[in-house]
Each structure stands twice: as structure tokens, then as C-alpha cells.
């Protein structure tokens, strides 16, 4: 069985795996740095230290690395890229800055942009924090940093991943990055773009 470790696991089923990880071959290994959300490892992407290098076939990090601040990025994706086995690769989403600023631009900044089971999110929630979860004095949640699909890509090769695409999907708002740990060899790259 393949260990996927969840960074920002959230509560249990609240957040939940890429359909990839959602089959018997994987395992999920639940990181979160709340320990209200009773996460297996409580933990910052930052300092995974409880989790051994290279143990790890894949890293599953939906809406985390926004809550950086922009200097402390290289270090948790240097930490994503540790824990991955040979050939093994870090599924990573965040916001597309540059297609929330478009909203912005157009005077959406407080208008509804999608709907999530909790509720409204807005321009102005994707660029610094979802107000709710900060009005509960979640500060956690606030978002320090952002990307575009450039941007992203960049740290994730200064990182030294081996093979990095991003991809756009401009209906969510969202970046898609696929970023493995060493260059697979073309039998494991196809198999793993087969799956996503």
C-alpha cells in the first residue's frame, strides 16, 4: 500500500483527498497543524520532522501554502520534496492570484464568487483569509502570499523537483501543481498523469 501524506488535512472527511488518493492502494497519512482537527501528525509544512525522509510516495496539500508567509515557501516545499520516496510526486493547489485579481479589477471584491459546503467564498476571502474562520480567531488561516501560475511553478523548480507542471483552472480559481521529487521515468509519469 502507498502512503499519501495530507498537509493541511483539516477535519477528518472536511477536506478531502484528490480523487487519485481515494482507492485501496493508498494510505492517508493526516498532517495538520491544528490539533483540534486531530490530525495523525500535528505539524507545520515548515517542520515535518516527524515524518522520515523519503517516506512518502505522495504529498496531497489542497490551500496550505497561501498561509505562508512568501519568505517561508522554499523552506516547506524543500520539506515536501524530503519526505517524497524516489519517483514520488506532491499534488499542490492554491489560489490563482492572477484570475482573483481579474475579479477584483472588475469590482468583485466582496461578491460571491463560488459556494463551498461552508459556506460563500469571496475575491476578497481567496486573497487574504476566509473572514469567518478569522473572525473565529482562526489567524492561521489568514493568507500571506499568493501565486500565479508562473510563480509557482518557479519555486517548486528552485525547490529542485524534478519534473514540474501547473495548470490552470480558471471556473475554480485555482493552480494545479504536479511536482515530482526526482524525474520518474516515462512508465511511472504516464501512470500517475493517467491517474489524475
Known amino acids: ?6 498537509v493541511g ?3 477528518r472527511d472536511a477536506s478531502p483527498l484528490h480523487a487519485t ?4 492502494d493508498w494510505r492517508e497519512l493526516r498532517l495538520d497543524i491544528d490539533p483540534d482537527v486531530r490530525p495523525d501528525i500535528v505539524g507545520s509544512m515548515t517542520d515535518m520532522h516527524a515524518v522520515p525522509t523519503a ?18 515557501v522554499a ?22 492570484i492572477q484570475e482573483v485579481c481579474r475579479h477584483v479589477a472588475e469590482g468583485k471584491l466582496e461578491d460571491t ?7 460563500p467564498i469571496a475575491a476578497i476571502d481567496i486573497l487574504y483569509g ?11 488561516m489568514a493568507h500571506r502570499t499568493g501565486f500565479t501560475r508562473d510563480t509557482l511553478k518557479a519555486k517548486l523548480n528552485a525547490a529542485g523537483f524534478g519534473l514540474v507542471a501547473v495548470q490552470a483552472n480558471q471556473k475554480a480559481l485555482e493552480l494545479m501543481a504536479i511536482a515530482f521529487g526526482t524525474a ?4 511511472s509519469l504516464q501512470a500517475v498523469l493517467k491517474s489524475l
Open 184 to 187: 520518474p521515468d516515462q512508465a
Open 130 to 140: 476566509w473572514r469567518r474562520e478569522l473572525a473565529n480567531g482562526k489567524t492561521y
Open 113 to 119: 464568487l463560488y459556494t463551498v459546503p461552508a459556506g
Open 1 to 6: 500500500m502507498k502512503t499519501v501524506l495530507h
Open 55 to 72: 517516506s512518502v510516495e505522495a504529498l496531497w496539500s489542497s490551500h496550505n501554502i497561501e498561509h505562508l508567509e512568501a519568505h517561508d
Open 21 to 24: 488518493f481515494r482507492n485501496p
Open 75 to 96: 523552506t516547506a516545499l524543500a520539506e515536501f520534496r524530503r519526505v517524497l520516496k524516489p519517483g514520488g510526486f506532491a499534488l499542490i493547489v492554491t489560489p490563482d
Open 9 to 11: 488535512c483539516g477535519p
